[in-house]
């Protein structure tokens, strides 16, 4: 299948305005607070008054029930024009991005705005819970830790990897995203981790320790999305939506008994296979400059590096050992500290990987000493459900 | 035309306490032996299944066409207990009879008793008497103690032909006693107990006496007759002192495993009568006494179709793959006793409609086979993963396969704070579909990828108020036929 196969959706959006607020255990502000903070720094980026809106979308998954997109107009009173709640688990924030792209690049309005804000740590929100499924007799008492480790033990049997090697290989990422975190001022964690102390680290799910996974946090994230042709009239520097991708997989692939071994998820291969078709992307690995991917645990991470091309079947683990994708390597992953790091408001997340990658392509990130050297071409990418659903954004700093 | 027993099961959990585990917990040196415990996950329901699937090794469970469930101890006071029996065991809704038998450790051999007369009124019929027990006796009590955890069951029926049953039964009688010594009133959880000398002279050793007397009386056989004796005891010292005085000799004596297992309640009987079939030769007499509030006694003649069993042994399987329950502290906790801090609620919401709806795949564990292209999925879906057909599958049990472990997690904190460890578990069945549950009754450091295992029906969570029952995989250990 190919999406837009006439390809006029590339460079037809952007992105003139984005903001995030500080992510954490954020007891001092509530959820109206959080889209306040990050909504008014878009809005002050890309040079326009909350009125200016006409149409939002809200991602979040954990506000209380039946609130539609009321979080939103109660907090920037920009009630009156259609604003909606999406809940896809940790891709929701991408999805509002692409509603948003969908809605101006229809002519339904000229500025969407995209949101994802949670507020989770008023519950007592450690991790992500138990019996969450769809079934109220076979749920138990699972969590995720748990559910990602299903990979991890199919992989290492499936390449030939010893416990000790994928677990290593898993620690350079861990201490990737803490060193990478450490340079973000708004991160949830800044602390540098060494290798002894990953593997040092309480288990949580082997071969998941501690440091294996990130924790939950509160946040949020906004962009404002205009047609492309209007973007220069706000700011001398938009952000250009190259594509997207979005692919479901059903409730329980656990289920699955075809295509599906616990290595390779059809959710992940089918939404970069999307996205890279509408940005005419043909080697991700040579042709993207960075990419914020969905390291909710590290072995997620490395599945993704597969999946979506960065790194060829089996050898992610090599890619790894060898740097490729550190802040100096080939294609730099993660250089805000990642899910693991800068944390994970579920339905913010998303939104805010597409901030890092915005600002990275304006030169503009809040610490210098975090700055790639001139990229072009980044990706952002979340992976959500115990895992289901895949979704990503790739943006350029130029046309064509 | 003669009556008996078709097929025989037992189970006894995994776990267990050495008597010295409960003794170092109150100071003291603690007896001999061992109390068989049922896991967290397990009742009397659940082990009540598993004893059923015992006997499905030997006979058909088309053929089942009444499930009489004894026990003392059932999860609902209100509801059909026998009637969630069935199901698990995948009998036929349409066809099967259902009773719980209840209220007295004699439930066993009242239940057997009560299906001899129906098989005798209705020689067509098939009755699965299923018997188990997780009894409590007060913290530090000799009953604490003396308790443990296990089930039994055989299949009674007619045949034609005696030969074809495992044993013939060929008498069956009791005696009825109002007494106090062993009850439990209806909303507490402890047994409670008379006076101990009260108990043994005026109960059990008086109604044993009364009973043995009756049976050779109207049998005209003498205790010398019985090549096996099953004599149910709640403790080895007065069940020899009974043995003793009544010249049945150790080598008579089949053990109902209360060194083993303990005083397993209304299991013991049917416990000791399938340990002495598994160990029987054609031809042999075998005497079952049976006591609570009177006593029962069965007099059984084993026969050819014995040797059906071909050296199958449940009851020494199921010994033989246990483990110890590392602290009595986590006994008290999984009974509630003393109760460790309980895990965050789950988030999703308990639904008596969709747990009716449903129960062909959670209880009955069924999954569908696509007429089209052959795929089997679990659960029962309606439209094909693989060719895409819609409706049009058949239903499949995975209930008795032997799995291959696809792949697995071990999680360290998922479980409650009694029983932290969660195993997620992805299995493969015979036919190729993947079950994705929990795993139970592990040793952590052999659980591997593509390891063989089995389905075990187990309690799941207590949404809605009342115990959700699913299957969870474990490595082998149910013998198989």
């Known amino acids: 299948m190919t999406y837009f196969a006439n390809n006029d959706f590339k460079d037809s959006v952007a992105i003139i305005g984005m903001g995030c607020t500080k992510f954490g255990e954020r007891w001092d502000v509530g959820l109206h607070d959080l889209i306040i903070d990050a909504a008014f720094e878009a809005f002050e980026d890309a040079g326009i008054k909350p009125s200016d809106v006409q149409a939002c979308y809200f991602a979040n998954t954990n506000a209380p029930n039946n609130c539609s997109g009321t979080p939103v107009t109660d907090a920037l009173k920009i009630h009156g024009i259609p604003v909606t709640r999406n809940e896809n688990w940790c891709t929701s924030g991408h999805i509002a991005l692409i509603n948003a792209c969908l ?165 992940l291969r089918n939404c970069a296979k999307m996205a890279y078709d509408m940005a005419g992307i043909t080697n991700p690995r040579e042709q993207l400059d960075l990419a914020e991917v969905h390291d909710c645990f590290s072995i997620t991470e490395l599945a993704i590096y597969e999946d979506f091309g960065f790194s060829k079947r089996g050898e992610a683990v090599k890619d790894i050992q060898a740097g490729f994708f550190e802040r100096t390597g080939g294609l730099p992953v993660n250089v805000d500290g990642g899910l693991k790091c800068f944390g994970h408001p579920v339905g913010a997340s998303g939104i805010r990987m597409t901030y890092e990658v915005y600002k990275q392509l304006q030169h503009k990130v809040d610490n210098p000493a975090r700055q790639l050297e001139d990229p072009h071409l980044g990706l952002s990418q979340t992976f959500g459900g115990p895992p289901q659903i895949a979704a990503c954004m790739i943006l350029g700093n130029q046309k064509g | 035309m003669e009556y008996g027993i078709k097929s025989i099961g037992a189970y006894l959990p995994y776990r267990y306490l050495p008597q010295t585990a409960i003794g170092a917990a109150w100071g003291s040196r603690g007896g001999k032996g061992f109390k068989s415990v049922a896991d967290v996950d397990e009742d009397s329901i659940t082990m009540a299944v598993e004893a059923g699937m015992g006997c499905f090794r030997f006979f058909d469970r088309k053929d089942v066409s009444a499930v009489y469930f004894a026990t003392t101890t059932a999860p609902y006071a209100e509801k059909l ?143 010398e007759d019985f090549a096996k004796a099953v004599v149910v005891g709640q403790q080895a010292k007065t069940l020899l002192k009974f043995c003793t005085k009544n010249k049945i000799t150790p080598e008579q004596t089949v053990s109902t495993l209360l060194s083993e297992a303990g005083d397993t309640g209304s299991a013991q009987a049917l416990l000791g009568i399938v340990n002495a079939l598994e160990n029987a030769e054609p031809g042999q007499k075998i005497l079952v006494l049976d006591y609570g509030n009177g006593a029962g006694a069965a007099v059984l003649t084993v026969k050819e179709g014995i040797r059906k069993l071909n050296g199958a042994k449940q009851i020494e399987r199921y010994l033989g793959t246990r483990a110890p329950l590392d602290s009595y502290a986590r006994y008290l906790s999984w009974r509630g006793i003393a109760q460790a801090e309980p895990g965050t609620p789950y988030k999703v919401q308990p639904s008596w409609a969709q747990t009716w709806r449903e129960q062909r795949i959670n209880l009955r564990l069924h999954g569908s086979v696509c007429r089209k292209c052959g795929s089997a999925l679990f659960p029962i879906n309606r439209v094909c993963d693989c060719c895409g057909s819609k409706d049009d599958y058949d239903e499949f049990s995975a209930q008795e396969d032997i799995c291959r472990l696809y792949t697995f997690s071990i999680d360290e904190f998922a479980g409650q704070s009694d029983d932290p460890v969660i195993i997620q578990a992805v299995a493969e069945t015979a036919n190729g579909a993947h079950v994705y549950t929990l795993m ?4 952590r450091e052999e659980v591997k990828t593509d390891m063989e295992c089995e389905f075990t029906f187990r309690r799941f969570n207590e949404l809605g108020n009342f115990p959700n029952y699913f299957w969870k995989l474990r490595p082998l250990r149910r013998e198989q036929r």
């Open chain 1, 103 to 267: 809605a101006v690049k229809s002519g339904m309005c000229d500025i969407a705005m995209a949101i994802g804000a949670e507020k989770l740590k008023d519950k007592g929100y450690a991790g992500m819970g138990v019996g969450r499924g769809l079934d109220p007799v076979r749920e138990a008492r699972r969590d995720a830790p748990g559910s990602f480790a299903l990979i991890a033990e199919k992989y290492a049997k499936k390449y030939g990897y010893t416990y000790d090697e994928l677990k290593e290989a898993l620690a350079r990422i861990d201490i990737k995203n803490h060193a990478n975190g450490s340079l973000s001022p708004k991160a949830h964690f800044h602390n540098v981790i060494t290798m002894e102390q990953v593997m040092k680290a309480a288990m949580i799910a082997s071969p998941l320790g501690l440091y294996d996974c990130c924790g939950t946090s509160d946040g949020a994230a906004c962009a404002i999305i205009v047609r492309a042709d209007l973007a220069e009239k706000y700011r001398s520097d938009p952000i250009y939506v190259k594509g997207f991708g979005c692919a479901t997989d059903m409730i329980t692939p656990h289920y699955r008994n075809r295509d599906f071994d616990w290595t390779s998820f059809e959710s």
């Open chain 2, 440 to 443: 139970t009754d592990f040793v």
């Open chain 2, 81 to 223: 207990n026998s009637a969630l029996i069935s199901v698990a065991c995948d009998l036929q809704d349409d066809k099967v009879f259902s009773a719980d038998v209840t209220s007295s450790t004699r439930a066993g051999t009242n239940a057997l008793k009560m299906a001899v007369s129906t098989v005798r009124a209705e020689p067509d019929a098939n009755v699965l008497v299923t018997a188990a027990d997780v009894r409590l006796g007060y913290p530090k009590s000799a009953q604490e103690s003396r308790f443990g955890d296990g089930a039994a069951a055989v299949i009674v029926g007619a045949e034609e032909n005696g030969d074809n049953l495992m044993a013939s039964i060929d008498y069956m009688s009791f005696i009825n006693e109002e007494i106090n010594d062993y009850w439990r009133n209806s909303d507490e959880k402890y047994t409670r107990h008379a006076e101990a000398r009260f108990c043994d002279e005026a109960g059990y050793l008086g109604q044993l006496n009364l009973i043995l007397k009756k049976v050779l009386k109207e049998t005209g056989l003498k205790t």
